[in-house]
C-alpha cells in the first residue's frame, strides 16, 4: 500500500512558470517534509511543515500543510533550470507507529531555459 | 552541511560475490537509515539504527543485513549479490529538530551486478 501519493509523476515546464507539486495521504502526518534530488545525489531537505495549516516561504518555494495534516503542496514561482530535479515528501505518520519517514513516489521536474 | 559519506560511488560486480557498502557520518547522531532507490523511483526504507547494536529491517524486504557497531559508522552487507539487487543504496542519519526528524544522506552508492 502505497501511503504517500505525489502528483504530477512528471513536469515539463519553460522558465518563468509557475507550478505546484502536491502530496497527499489517507493517514494524518506528524510532520511533513520535502527533499530535492539531483541526478547522483542524495535528497536534500527544503522544508519541514508540522501544523496544520501551516505556510512556509522560502524564497520562490511556499509549502502549504493542509488543515488536517493529510496533505500538503509546493509551490516553485519563476522557475528556473536550477529546480530541475527529483521533488520528494516524506511523512512522519501519527497513526501507524512508524519510527522511520515515509517517502512518496516523487514528482520528476523538469525546468526548460 | 552534512557530514556523512558513502563508498564506494559506483560497485559493478559479478554473481555471489559479497559486498560491503560503507556509511559513516561525524556528526554524532544516533539514528541512521538505509534507503534503497530504482532510477527516479520513490525512496524504499530497508534498515534503520537508533544507535549502537540496535538495528531494524525497514518496509521493503532486503536481503541485505547491517550492523552498528559504533554511532559513526553504519554498514550493509549483501552476501551474495544477485541481479535482483541492483539499484541505488542512500543512506542517511538524522537529528531531531523542532519535534521531527531531519535527514542528511549520503550521496549513494550505485549498485550494478552482472
Known amino acids: 500500500t502505497q501511503l504517500l501519493e505525489q502528483s504530477p509523476q512528471f513536469l515539463s515546464i519553460q522558465e518563468g512558470e509557475n507550478l505546484t507539486v502536491y502530496c497527499n495521504s489517507s493517514?494524518?502526518?506528524?510532520?511533513l517534509q520535502w527533499y530535492r534530488q539531483e541526478p547522483g545525489e542524495g535528497p536534500v531537505l527544503l522544508a519541514t511543515?508540522?501544523?496544520?495549516?501551516e505556510v512556509k516561504k522560502l524564497k520562490r518555494l511556499t509549502f502549504q500543510f493542509g488543515d488536517a495534516r493529510k496533505d500538503s503542496s509546493l509551490h516553485i514561482t519563476a522557475a528556473q533550470p536550477g529546480d530541475t530535479g527529483l521533488y520528494l515528501c516524506?511523512?512522519?505518520?501519527?497513526?501507524?507507529?512508524?519510527?522511520?519517514?515515509?517517502f512518496g513516489s516523487g514528482t520528476r521536474l523538469q525546468v526548460q531555459p | 552541511e552534512a557530514d556523512i559519506y558513502q563508498t564506494p560511488r559506483y560497485l559493478v560486480i559479478g554473481t555471489g560475490k559479497k559486498i560491503t557498502l560503507e556509511c559513516s557520518q561525524t556528526?554524532?547522531?544516533?539514528?541512521m537509515y538505509w534507503y534503497q532507490q530504482d532510477p527516479g523511483m520513490e525512496l524504499h526504507l530497508i534498515h534503520y539504527?537508533?544507535?549502537?547494536?540496535?538495528?531494524e529491517k525497514g518496509d521493503l524486504s532486503s536481503e541485505s543485513t547491517v550492523s552498528r557497531i559504533r554511532t559513526e559508522h553504519f554498514p550493509l552487507t549483501l552476501e551474495s549479490a544477485r541481479p535482483s539487487h541492483t539499484s541505488q543504496y542512500l543512506c542517511?542519519?538524522?537529528?531531531?529538530?523542532?519535534?521531527?526528524?531531519?535527514?542528511?544522506f549520503g550521496s549513494g552508492t550505485q549498485l550494478s551486478v552482472l
Open positions: 542517511a542519519s538524522s537529528a531531531p529538530t523542532g519535534g521531527t526528524e531531519k535527514l542528511f
Open positions: 493517514s494524518v502526518f506528524s510532520s
Open positions: 511543515v508540522v501544523t496544520g495549516g
Open positions: 516524506a511523512g512522519g505518520f501519527e497513526d501507524t507507529g512508524r519510527r522511520a519517514l515515509t
Open positions: 556528526m554524532g547522531h544516533d539514528k
Open positions: 539504527s537508533y544507535g549502537v547494536n540496535s538495528t
